[in-house]
């Protein structure tokens, strides 16, 4: 378990995602380990999605967003938000 001390990145791609996507967030900002920063990547979403995740980002400062002009996969969007991180720990 790491200690409070160290930043822990949570990496999580997202694509059309609206129906799930509030249930995945309000279990990251309610962990009680409160260190982290929650990078999403909204890998071109056409249901809604990115203005709640942009909802999301104005009430938790630890949210920041990735946003794909285009559907560009999961492996390149996981990529987008890895290379972003600043945490000691990397999670997904």
Do not use: F, H, W
């Not at 962990?31 to 999403?40: K, S």
């Not at 999301?56 to 290379?83: E, W």
Request: contains cysteine; positive net charge; charged residues 25%.
């Amino acid at each position: 378990m790491p200690n409070n001390r160290e930043l822990i990145s949570v990496v999580l791609p997202v694509y059309n995602g609206m129906e799930y996507i509030d249930d995945c967030i309000n279990s990251l900002i309610k962990q009680t380990y409160d260190n982290i920063e929650i990078l999403i990547v909204n890998d071109g979403s056409t249901d809604g999605t990115k203005n709640l995740l942009e909802k999301y980002s104005k009430i938790d400062k630890r949210i920041k967003i990735i946003n794909n002009s285009s559907n560009i996969g999961i492996t390149k969007s996981l990529n987008l938000a890895i290379n972003k991180c600043k945490g000691d720990l990397i999670v997904r």
